[in-house]
């Protein structure tokens, strides 16, 4: 580093006893906040006032204020220290923690992960797991987030992507809906009310693609979660394609019943995904590599 360099960079203890200053408008006080004797303070503030060559504080018997000069130079500084300081804190609370910060599906997280997490806690007791809903991508540093469960292809800047599984969908209505409806030939969709889900956009599209037919499928009810679609299929609303793992239930229970015998894969794949600064964290290696062996185990007992 250049003198010049230096000379722009004072030392944090300066700029920390400056703050304080500041905001006591007493070398006492401040020195009572930063631990520090009143003339290690008042030699800190000597010493940056030295470096910027200018005064930032005019001193009498009872306090000390702030120049013109030094009110400017605070405002500018103030929100780097705030900064620093936020950067520090969230480092800290990190790096050795035993919390993991999950951003979660709505439907995968109730339907798929939740009735295991008991497993993992029995393996991991000394790990807490918070869990936040989210559909779509997030700004894991923002949402101080370790980890997300993410739908859809692997276009996550800045971020790690371990691929999940992949999902089947087939086409589902009410009972009452498929009794009221004449299916003769899967074209006959095009005629019905489809659900549209806005994390699969393309999907009825993909489905009709499948059985050679390339007629897109009209515009009808959109929604962001497959818990609304399931509730509007068993209301007798229309058709939607719905991931078979996650509608277990209501095929079991006759409320959701397929609407043509046609299963494919989907076009969107189920990740776990890392922001690049947190790729280490034994919390997020920990979780990574119990859901990772959960899904094994489960696909092994299905072709079983």
Known sequence: MTSVSRRLLPSTKALAAFDAVSRYESFSEAADELSLTQGAVSRQIAALEAQLNIALFERNSRQVTLTDAGRSYLQAIRPALAAIRAASLNMMSHMGSNTLNLALLPTFGTRWLIPKIPRFVAQYPDIILNFSTRIGKVDFEKEKL????????????????????????????SPAFLQAHQIDDPADLLKMPLFHLASRPNAWAHWFKTLGIEQPPHSSMRFEQFSNVSQACIAGLGIALMPEFLIHAEMAAGQLVPVWPHKIKSLSHYYFVTPKTRQQSPTVKAFKTWLLAEINQESAETLA
């Open 146 to 173: 370790d980890a997300a469960i993410h739908i859809g292809q692997p276009d996550w800047p800045d971020a790690d992507f371990e691929f999940l599984m992949d999902e089947k969908v087939l086409p589902v209505c």
